[in-house]
């Protein structure tokens, strides 16, 4: 016989289904969540690199790139057009003051010095023989002078005499006035050789005076040739390292051709370049930051070259620590160069994420275990930090490493 059922037992079985299926929906969506959990991307804290929203001061920089070069680097160049004998040296060979580096062919040049050097002994002796033939032609004719002048002394001589006879009715008219006569033109034939000799004087000295500048003219071709055979005997001009070398023996070079290269490795500069739109912020004076790795040495700005060139200015750091252990020839840099101050702005460390004034995506701590995507808007920047116009206020922790791999996330978990 059945037994019917009673209403507090229907409800408790209602209850118990009811509860059954609470906990199986719960136990799903534990489930879901733990699922969604574990899909959802994460990143190890260990490879970011965060920064804290700070309030401060920025030195507002422009950043170049630079290369580090020997401070003092000479540049030795052939002198003439010849070949290479011998080397005597090899890249990278430490030398000091006079350290022959190069044989250089130099056959053709000494015979050239040979002929020079006859040629300006032949002018020498052109010159001297000159003034000797000139000596005597004035001398000679400054005695015609001296003779004229006796022969004037004694015809005047005559003169007063004639006309004294004249006077006393011994002499004749005829006789005075011939006298006069013989007077006068002894008179005029000596002022014209006294003429004559201050004429030939003024040309001898015009004559000697050429002779004199060709002599020297030869002089100055010889002693230019005996320095270029001198330079052409490739020796170290300063004390240093040979960073390069010409050693193709046989090899032709022409006149001021580059055969070696002497520089000074234990002080630096840095050779750097900057877009032309920056070029008002670069100035000789300017503080500059170069960052040699990890390290930053501090430095002026020495010269700016004038003219752009590709759309580049290229400028010289003169650094303050030149001999720093870090600093090794060739090595590429960054450099920063100061043009002005903020004060009490909002900031964030710099990085390689920052490439100019402009708006960012970042990802910024929700928490501790979560990253959220956050557009920020970022200005000027110093080698050290990153002015921040919107997006973060002071104490946000941002990331500031490569997060290109998750450019399509808008949130991250951290592990």
């Known amino acids: 016989m059945d037994r019917q059922i009673t209403k507090e037992e229907k409800d408790l079985a209602r209850r118990k289904k009811l509860i059954k299926g609470g906990i199986i929906g719960g136990c799903v969506l534990v489930v879901g969540i733990i699922v969604m959990s574990l899909m959802r991307t994460s990143v190890s804290r260990e490879d970011l690199t965060v920064s804290e929203v700070s309030r401060g001061t920025i030195e507002v920089s422009v950043t170049a790139s630079g290369k580090v070069s020997p401070a003092i680097e000479e540049i030795i160049n052939s002198p003439i057009t010849t070949r290479i004998l011998e080397a005597y040296k090899r890249g990278g060979d430490s030398v000091d003051v006079g350290t022959p580096i190069l044989k250089l062919d130099l056959q053709s040049a000494e015979t050239d010095f040979g002929k ?3 040629e300006q002994h032949m002018k020498a002796l052109q010159l001297e023989q000159l003034r000797v033939n000139n000596e005597t032609f004035l001398s000679d004719l400054a005695m015609k002078v001296e003779v004229e002048e006796m022969r004037l002394g004694s015809m005047e001589v005559n003169l007063r005499n004639e006309k004294r006879l004249d006077s006393l009715g011994s002499g004749t008219t005829d006789k005075v006035r011939q006298a006069e006569l013989e007077y006068n033109t002894a008179r005029l034939e000596l002022q014209q050789l006294r003429q004559q000799l201050a004429n ?17 003219i030869s002089t100055k071709s010889m002693n230019e040739m005996r320095r270029t055979l001198e330079d052409a005997q490739i020796r170290s001009p300063r004390k240093g390292i040979l960073t390069y070398i010409n050693s193709q023996v046989g090899a032709q070079v022409g006149q001021g051709n580059q055969v070696a290269i002497v520089s000074d490795l234990s002080h630096f500069k840095v050779d750097a370049e900057i877009a032309d739109s920056y070029g008002d912020r670069v100035v000789p004076g300017g503080k500059a930051i170069v960052k040699v790795g990890s390290k930053r040495l501090e430095g ?30 060739g090595l590429k840099t960054d450099v920063y160069v100061m043009n002005s101050i903020k004060d009490d702005v909002l900031r964030i460390a710099s990085g390689s994420y920052y490439q100019g004034p402009n708006n960012y995506e970042l990802f910024v701590f929700n928490g501790d275990d979560e990253l ?6 970022l200005g000027e920047s110093s080698f050290e930090y990153v002015e921040v116009l919107s997006g973060l206020k002071e104490g946000d922790r941002v990331v500031t490493s490569s997060m290109n791999s998750y450019r399509g996330k808008n949130s991250l978990k951290v592990n």
Do not use: C, Y
């Open 116 to 118: 020079l050097s006859d």
């Open 200 to 216: 030939e004087r003024r040309v001898k000295e015009a004559d000697l005076k050429v002779k004199e500048l060709e002599l020297n």
């Open 300 to 329: 002026v700005v020495s010269s700016v070259t004038p003219l752009s060139r590709n759309g580049v200015i290229n400028f010289t750091v003169q650094l303050n620590e030149d001999n720093d252990e870090n600093l090794r020839s």
């Open 372 to 377: 959220v995507k956050r557009d920020v808007r």
